[in-house]
Structures are given as structure tokens and as C-alpha cells.
């Protein structure tokens, strides 16, 4: 599971990259690549469904995934459906 061209970038901030893939499996996810880490996570519930990251990337993720889950689930809408993808601000 690690980074693609076919994955587009969300987002990006503290070396923590934000992606989804094209016609991605359920439940609606994305995913967290930090060095050789990489993880799925869930966008409804914040949980790790696959991979695993340092404790500190993980609470970094989850806290700006938790201030953008209605954008997050409009990219996966949207990249459902059309391919494209929309940038997400970073972490501030």
C-alpha cells in the first residue's frame, strides 16, 4: 500500500502525505504515508483499517481528519465518480 500516481495527494503537512486512491474498496478511507509508514484510515469512525503509523503521525492525522471529514467525504465521492480529487488545507 504505498504511494501512486493513480493516488492522488489530498493534503500535505509535517511530512505527512494524504491520498486516495481511484475506485477504492469500503468503507469510504484514506490514506496516511509518513516515510515507510504508510495506513488506511477510516473516515467516518478514525480508525486504522490497515498499516500502521508512529503514534505521533497517527494523532497528527487523526486530529486534522477530524476537522475535515465532510471534505474528506466529498473526495470520496468525487473520486468515486469522476476520478478528480479536490486539495485539502493542512494542518495549521
Known sequence: ???????????????????MFFND???PHFHVLY??????IAINSLTILEGKLPARVLGLAIEWADSHKAELLDNWNLIQTTGKTKKIQPLV
Open 25 to 27: 474498496h469500503s468503507p
Open 1 to 19: 500500500m504505498r504511494y501512486t500516481k493513480t493516488m492522488p495527494e489530498l493534503s500535505r503537512f509535517l511530512g505527512i502525505a494524504v491520498a
Open 35 to 40: 516515510d515507510e509508514h504508510d495506513a488506511e
